[in-house]
């Protein structure tokens, strides 16, 4: 027995020396090939200048030292490099946002803290259209996916954002941008295996005709495992999805545009029940689910100074748990957006828009929603406004959304922002805001054994004062820092047996990040977030289960992002994460962790990718976040190694 | 674990037989190669003869606004010269300040001004770069546009050809769009 287990730990061993000896062995050929000879662009013809895929990050820090608020942006390539093929880990790359796996298929993501399987105070955009959930407050990310190569950028801006995206965008935004289908254009496809998830692959056409018409298609499917418990039996939170969608944009470069894009998808995801107050582990099973929208787009820019968006989607969200709760939403969303600039003083920014959704859960054994099925809507108006003195110096920005929802009523969210910049390296903001998280469904209506709902349930309430500095101190090194005070009110307490607003809370903290290129052919990415959530009860509550809220939530992330590109087009990421420790109220806690995560990729020839990835490298597996809500059990992270071929045409 | 020998053995074969793809490779960023654009239309465009208000004997680019060239600009072309004359490079915060261009290049921070850097510009024989949306459909004469992370452009051919300008066919071929008589423009 002794002998064995001693066998395989040198077994284990010996796997990672030849991983080592085989990196060792392909960057010793990487080294070994010239730099690129420096080319004179200017001696370029126009048609070769034309051909030269270009880099945009140098756009990057500029376009963020502009903005009066804590924005990141991750790119198309930032993505790539990094090896991810879930929304979910490529969040784990931008620094300030708090990422923690609960199983295979569930995550806890919030900026700022408040993390939760349900993290309520998170806005979350897929091109333009909100996936946030009106039942729960929250995002099913198992149901989130676009075709990875596909995006753009992701966009995150981290506190309220709410005078222009109006409510829920209490903590931070999280914007998930696609490409446009110009840029699309050809057959692209990848497969894959680890493992983790045990196969993926994925595949895109695209084409464009000469009149400004351009289309995509894409379907793409993965099976991800199970993963296993904390003491290390195997659970039952196998997910797979198979999805498919396409985008049609029509552009003749005339000032009018329209987009027509939709997705439809249908999979499975494994949970293990968690019987309440108990603590006991209860059965797995699976969760049949599926959905697809459908969303048209046009764009009008009259001159430079004058354009107009006008949005409409559908969305349909399909989910059959035999166990929590289990229904189906339809979403219908009217949009418009209208931009007006003239001289100095003004720079607006005005829009309107509807949501409906319509909803219907069905009754199982343990909880029931009265009534079943309902209608509510959200109608919205906002308008903000941007001067600029001193030559463009000092900006200051003050807008509000206005909302009336059919939960909590009429809602107000003001922002004012000013940004002022010092030199041609510095600029320093700071702004003032109020966000509102509006009831959901669930808050509303609700009937379980454990909890009940409350139809005089209201918004929870934020006032946030932000400072921050951003620093774009060489065309090689950008600095951004971040510092807020949150206060918040009326925060969901849940009181013996009914949901109640009983809770307040202050947080503050702040958040550094760092971009530096030491060499042409690698980048460093620093990011260091620390915040500390205090919460009290308001007279009369009895949760003091909420008074270590602020345990729920790591209280500091340190993460190191290291992209190298060696020469034979050799890439070689590296991303190391620490992660404070957090306790629930549960008593069960995770401990602080240190982890890896690398890729090795190589383009061999023009349009063929081999890459390798491998994940939480350092331990075999740990745990990285507790679910506290209507909960499934948490499962352990696994070390895992992956590998992709894709080929571009 | 086992299952990933193949893997690597295809994957460092690949390392072993084509290890030399590096020029390939080249990084260049966004702005290096819009410096480069800036030169090249230079180039394909012909001034009229003494209608220049410049009294110097250098070809002037201007750059109007938020810089985001930053170096880029004048190490790749600052020491070059175009049609024989020296390029002299300048930077202008406000319209107020504008002097007489052969290129100017109007960045997106004055969209705001735009009806003002217009009023300025009338009857120069400026060539107006700009890479703001609408740039070309109001007036300004070549605009770049992003397509795949490639730096194209769309032209108003009626625009140059009011301010003096002989713009080549060959750019005109090139244009991923140009705009002409046959759509009315703004009757300047």
């Given amino acids: 027995m002794d002998q064995s287990l001693h066998f395989k730990r040198f077994a284990g061993t010996r796997r990672w020396g030849v991983v080592l000896a085989w990196t060792g062995w392909c960057m010793s050929f990487a080294l070994g090939q010239t730099v690129p000879q420096e080319v004179d662009l200017t001696e370029l013809s126009l048609e070769d200048l034309m051909g030269i895929k270009v880099t945009l990050v140098s756009r990057r820090p500029e376009k ?45 993501i919030s900026s700022r803290g408040f993390m939760d399987l349900f993290a309520n105070k998170q806005l979350v955009l897929i091109d333009g259209r909100c996936v946030y959930s009106p039942i729960f407050s929250g995002v099913f990310w198992e149901a989130q996916d676009v075709y990875m190569p596909d995006i753009d950028r992701i966009e995150v801006i981290r506190g309220p954002g709410a005078s222009l995206w109006g409510a829920n965008a209490v903590n931070g935004i999280i914007n998930i941008v696609t490409r446009k289908a110009i840029e699309t254009r050809g057959f692209e496809t990848y497969a894959g295996g680890g493992t983790e998830q045990k196969k993926f692959g994925g595949a895109r056409y695209g084409g464009a005709s000469r009149s400004g018409f351009a289309y995509r298609i894409y379907a793409k499917y993965f099976d991800c495992g199970a993963s296993v418990f904390e003491e290390g039996s195997r659970a039952a939170d196998n997910w797979d999805v198979l999805r498919g969608g396409f985008r049609m944009d029509w552009d003749r470069q005339t000032g009018k545009s329209f987009t027509l894009q939709g997705d439809a998808y249908g999979g499975q995801v494994g949970s293990t029940l968690q019987i309440p107050v108990l603590a006991i582990r209860g059965f797995g099973y699976p969760t049949p689910i599926s959905g697809g929208n459908l969303l048209g787009r046009f764009t009008r820019v009259f001159s430079p100074a004058s354009d107009l968006i006008l949005q409409f989607y559908v969305d349909r969200v399909v989910r059959k748990d035999s166990v929590t709760v289990s229904g189906s939403y339809y979403t219908v969303d009217f949009d418009l957006q209208h931009r007006l600039r003239a001289g100095r003083a003004l720079d607006m920014v005005w829009g309107v828009g509807y949501r409906h959704t319509a909803d219907q859960i069905e009754e199982n054994k343990y909880i029931i929603y009265n009534p079943w099925e309902r209608n509510y809507g959200v109608a919205s108006a906002f308008v903000q406004d941007e001067i600029s003195f001193l030559k463009n110096r000092l900006r200051l920005a003050a807008g509000s959304k206005f909302e009336y929802n059919d939960f909590s009523g009429f809602e107000y969210q003001p922002s004012l922002r000013l940004l002022s910049k010092i030199g041609k390296r510095h600029s320093v903001w700071a702004a003032v805001s109020r966000a509102v998280r509006t009831p959901s469904r669930t808050e509303e209506d609700l ?9 005089d349930f209201l918004s929870e309430k934020l006032v946030a004062f932000e400072w921050g500095w951003h620093y774009y101190a060489t065309e090689r090194l950008y600095i951004d820092v971040a510092a807020y ?76 992002h290291s992209s190298m590109e060696l020469a034979g087009c050799v890439e070689f990421d590296l991303t190391g994460r620490a992660v404070g420790r957090i306790a629930s109220a549960r008593l069960n806690r995770v401990p602080s962790y240190l982890e890896i995560d690398t890729r090795i990729g190589c383009s061999p020839v023009q349009g063929l990718e081999l890459s390798l990835t491998g994940k939480n490298l350092l331990k075999k597996r740990h745990p990285e976040f507790l679910a506290n809500w209507i909960t499934s059990v948490p499962t352990d992270v696994q070390r895992s190694l992956s590998c992709t071929l894709s080929l571009t045409l | 674990m086992k299952r990933f ?31 480069a ?44 010269s175009i049609k024989n004359k020296k390029i002299l490079i300048r930077r202008f915060d406000d319209p107020g300040d504008l002097v007489f261009c052969h290129l100017l290049f109007i960045s997106n921070s004055e969209r705001p001004d735009w009806a003002a850097i217009q009023e300025k510009l009338r009857g120069a024989s400026t060539l107006t ?31 140059a050809e009011n301010a003096g300008l002989k713009l080549s066919s060959k750019l005109l071929n090139l244009a991923v769009g140009v705009k002409r008589k046959s759509v009315k423009g703004n009757g300047a």
């Fill in chain 2, 37 to 80: 654009f800036l030169f090249n239309f230079a180039k394909f465009v012909e001034w009229p003869a003494g209608a220049t208000q410049d009294t110097s004997s250098c070809f002037c680019i201007g750059i109007l606004g938020n810089d985001p060239f930053g170096p880029v600009l004048d190490r790749l072309i600052g020491s070059k």
């Fill in chain 1, 447 to 455: 009937h379980h054994l454990l909890v009940e709902g409350n139809r």
């Fill in chain 1, 64 to 108: 963020m030292s502009e903005t009066a608020a804590a924005v990141y942006v991750l790119t198309n390539e930032d993505i790539r490099r990094a090896g991810v093929t879930t929304i979910p880990d490529a969040l784990r790359l931008v620094p300030g946002v708090g990422v923690g796996r609960i199983d295979a298929n569930k995550w806890a």
């Fill in chain 1, 485 to 560: 005070v949150n206060r918040y009110h009326h925060l969901r307490s849940t009181e013996p047996v009914v949901f109640r607003n009983k809770l307040s809370a202050r947080a503050g903290g702040v958040e550094a990040a760092a971009d530096w290129s030491p060499r042409d052919w690698w980048r460093l990415r620093l990011g260091y977030t620390r915040c500390a959530l205090n919460t009290s009860l308001d007279s009369g509550s009895l949760n003091f289960d909420a008074l270590r809220m602020g345990e729920e939530s790591p209280a500091s992330q340190f993460t190191v």
């Fill in chain 2, 129 to 159: 770069v700009g890479e703001m949306e609408g740039f070309t459909d109001n007036r300004g004469m070549i605009q770049f546009v992003m397509i795949d992370d490639r730096v194209h452009f769309l032209i108003n051919a009626d625009a």
């Fill in chain 2, 5 to 35: 020998f193949p893997f690597l053995i295809i994957a460092s074969l690949f390392f072993a037989a084509v290890p030399s793809r590096a020029q390939e490779i080249m990084r260049v960023s966004e702005y290096e190669v819009k410096a």
